[in-house]
C-alpha cells in the first residue's frame, strides 16, 4: 500500500435509488485511495430526489461540502438551502438527524466524509427504527452487519420510509440559520507556520462545529510548503485539489498535483507525505482527516517524532498534557534517572 492518487472527474458514479423519492449518484473515493479510517466521495444528488432516509448516527461523524449547484438539508428538523462553497458539519448524535433534498432544477454535486466505526447506531426518526451496525475485517476483507429494528421486530431498512412518494412541497424554511453550516465565503483566511513551512488555511470544522472530522480549506503560495514531510501514527488523512498545480512527495518519490486531483494518506509510514505548490498561481485543497488522541506524528527528513496528547492535530493545544517535538536520537534507556 501506499498513496494512491485519482482525478475526481475519472471517478464513475453508480446510481443507488429506492421508489421515486430516494436516487442518488455516488462516486466511491475512498475505495479508490484504500481509506481505512475514512469514507468519503462524491455524491450528484438529482432533482426532485432525496439522497436517503432522514438519519443521525450516535458514533460516527459526518460532513458535507457542497461542490456545484444548490440543494437543502433538512437538519435537526428544518430544512436549509445549500450553495456551491457551504459545509454542514454533522456529530453523532440525534439532534443531528439529516437528510439531503434536492428541489431544483439541475443536480447538486457534493462531497461527504464520514469516519468509519467498528460500532455504531443510526437512527431513522420517521419511521422509528434503529440499526445496530457492527464492522469487522478479515482475510477475506471488511463485512459490515447490520441489524434494523422497529420497536422489538426485525425489519427491511425501507420499512416504513416514503419510497414511493414524490418531495412533494417544500416545508417553511428555517427561521434560523443553523450554526452547524458555515460558507467558505464566511470563513477567514488564517496564515500558519513558520520560516521555511507556511500557508493560509480556512478551518471549516471548527467554524461548523466538527467533531470527530476536521477539515480545512488550504491556499499556498508559489514554492510554499504547508508542513515539512511527514507521516501520522494514528489518524488518516485525505485531499483533493480545488485550483492550482503542486507536486506531491511520497515514499516512491514525487508525482504533479492538477485541479482535481484527489489522494489519500492512510496512517503508517506508507502515508508520509509533503506538498509544494510548483504552478505560478495559488493551489487550493481541501483536507479532511480523523480526530482522534493521542497521536504521534513523525519526520523522516528531520528522524523527529511529535507526540500529542489530550487533542489531536488541528484540535485545542491548550488541552494538550503532552505537546512535544523529540528528535529520535535523544532516547533513552527504559531506567534512566529512576531511583
Known amino acids: 500500500m501506499s498513496v494512491k492518487t485519482v482525478n475526481l472527474a475519472s471517478i464513475e458514479h453508480e446510481t443507488e435509488s429506492r421508489g421515486v423519492r430516494f436516487e442518488v449518484r455516488r462516486g466511491a473515493l475512498s475505495e479508490r485511495l484504500d481509506a481505512e479510517k475514512l469514507r468519503y466521495g462524491t455524491l450528484i444528488l438529482p432533482p426532485g430526489k432525496a439522497d436517503g432516509p432522514y438519519r443521525f448516527h450516535l458514533v460516527a461523524e ?12 433538512r437538519l435537526g ?25 434536492n428541489r431544483g432544477s439541475s443536480p447538486a454535486h457534493l462531497f461527504v466524509a464520514e469516519t468509519v466505526e467498528d460500532r455504531d447506531v443510526i ?10 451496525r457492527m464492522r469487522s475485517g ?47 465565503r464566511d470563513v477567514a483566511w488564517e496564515a500558519f507556520g513558520g520560516t521555511l513551512f507556511h500557508g493560509e488555511r480556512k478551518r471549516l470544522s471548527r467554524a461548523a462545529g466538527g467533531e470527530r472530522l476536521g ?24 485531499f483533493f485539489v480545488r485550483t492550482g498545480y503542486g507536486e506531491l512527495r511520497t515514499l516512491e518519490g514525487t508525482r504533479k498535483l492538477s485541479p482535481g486531483d484527489a489522494f ?14 510548483t504552478g505560478d498561481g495559488a493551489l487550493e485543497y481541501f483536507a479532511v482527516s480523523t480526530m482522534i488522541e493521542p497521536e504521534v506524528i513523525e519526520y523522516p527528513d528531520s528522524d523527529k517524532l511529535y507526540a500529542m496528547v489530550g487533542a489531536p492535530p488541528g484540535g485545542d493545544p ?11 536520537s535523544d532516547a533513552v534507556e527504559y531506567e534512566e534517572g529512576e531511583r
Not at 83 to 89: C, F, I, K
Not at 264 to 277: Q, S
Not at 319 to 328: A, G, M, N, Q, S
Request: net charge negative; aromatic share 8%.
Open 123 to 132: 437512527g431513522h426518526p420517521d419511521s422509528e427504527k434503529r440499526i445496530y
Open 77 to 101: 428538523g428544518p430544512e436549509h438551502a445549500l450553495t456551491a462553497g457551504d459545509v454542514v458539519a454533522l456529530p453523532p448524535r440525534a439532534s443531528s438527524a439529516w437528510q439531503l433534498v
Open 264 to 277: 489519500g494518506c492512510p496512517p503508517g509510514i506508507v502515508g508520509a507525505h509533503g506538498l509544494l505548490n
Open 138 to 184: 478479515g482475510e477475506g476483507g471488511e463485512s459490515v452487519d447490520d441489524l434494523v429494528l422497529s420497536g422489538d421486530r426485525i425489519v427491511d431498512v425501507w420499512e416504513g420510509e416514503t419510497v414511493d412518494e414524490p418531495l412533494g412541497e417544500a416545508p417553511e424554511a428555517a427561521a434560523a440559520a443553523d450554526p452547524r453550516i458555515s460558507s467558505i
Open 318 to 328: 491548550k488541552r494538550r498534557v503532552i505537546d512535544r517535538i523529540f528528535r529520535r
Open 62 to 73: 459526518a460532513m458535507v461540502f457542497v461542490l456545484g449547484g444548490e440543494c437543502w438539508i
Open 215 to 238: 477539515y480545512s480549506l488550504y491556499r499556498l503560495k508559489p514554492g510554499e510548503r504547508p508542513y515539512p514531510f511527514h507521516f501520522h501514527h494514528v489518524n488518516e488523512e485525505a
